[in-house]
């Protein structure tokens, strides 16, 4: 079955610098890739998105790349807050089913004041 | 914006019991779907409740251990039967559509389960 590796587990930086998080994906029919960031104790929020047309997606802060080739696919998060201090999990779809996610293992990330 | 609620959002039961969790939108929504977060861990999608008919299950996920049933386009359950200590975890339902976007997966608050 679909199988998404995500590095590193833990990520901790100084605010205002900069943190990447990778993941890499194997099943080449996955073509939606969603970022969730959970805060202790309460539910993954959608960060970001991407879907398997596009290279590259920026929010503010926030950009995905994705390289479909390589199947992997990258959270960059620039200028760092500690209200940023959470994991992050990245997901591909089953399967391209477009809906069914398989999660990464998540990156606890702390940024530090 | 839609809100997705669930019930209990925790419970502490005995091991052999079952325990049946309730997740409500209050639009109706295209798809739901029930995940597992162990302690610590990952999110792991256990199945698809489809409206009127039997839910689909992913692989390690059978239907005389978690039940479900979706009867309407706002409502689901989810039951953990006949429970042991490795049930422990938050169970969460996800939407697709509705009040949402209609292309990707919202998340309820969960419900945080312990069976001792």
């Known amino acids: 079955g679909e199988n998404v590796e995500q590095h590193p587990s833990t990520l901790s930086v100084q605010e205002g610098d900069s943190a990447v998080i990778k993941c890499t994906y194997s099943d080449s029919a996955s073509n939606y890739f969603p970022w969730y960031k959970q805060e202790l104790g309460k539910r993954p929020q959608l960060i970001i998105d991407i879907r398997s047309n596009v290279g590259e997606k920026k929010d503010q802060r926030i950009a995905v790349t994705l390289n479909k080739t390589a199947k992997h696919f990258s959270l960059h998060i620039t200028e760092t807050q500690p209200e940023d201090s959470a994991v992050y999990f990245c997901?591909?779809?089953?399967?391209?089913?477009?809906?069914?996610?398989?999660f990464g293992k998540g990156t606890l990330l702390t940024v530090n004041p | 914006s839609a809100v997705i609620s669930q019930k209990p959002s925790r419970d502490i039961c005995q091991r052999g019991t079952s325990l049946t969790i309730q997740c409500q939108v209050d639009?109706?929504?295209?798809?739901m779907f029930w995940y597992r977060q162990q302690p610590g861990q990952s999110l792991t999608l256990i199945a698809t409740?489809?409206?009127?008919?039997?839910?689909?299950?992913e692989s390690g996920f059978v239907i005389d251990k978690f039940p479900i049933s979706r009867p309407n386009l706002t409502f689901s359950t989810l039951t953990v039967s006949n429970m042991s200590p490795e049930d422990s975890s938050i169970y969460l339902c996800?939407?697709?559509?509705?009040?949402?976007?209609?292309?990707?997966?919202?998340f309820g608050p969960g419900t945080r389960l312990t069976v001792l």
């Open positions: 997901a591909a779809d089953l399967r391209g089913s477009n809906y069914k996610l398989t």
């Open positions: 409740a489809n409206q009127g008919s039997e839910a689909t299950y």
């Open positions: 639009s109706q929504v295209t798809m």
């Open positions: 996800s939407v697709l559509g509705g009040g949402f976007r209609t292309d990707t997966q919202y």
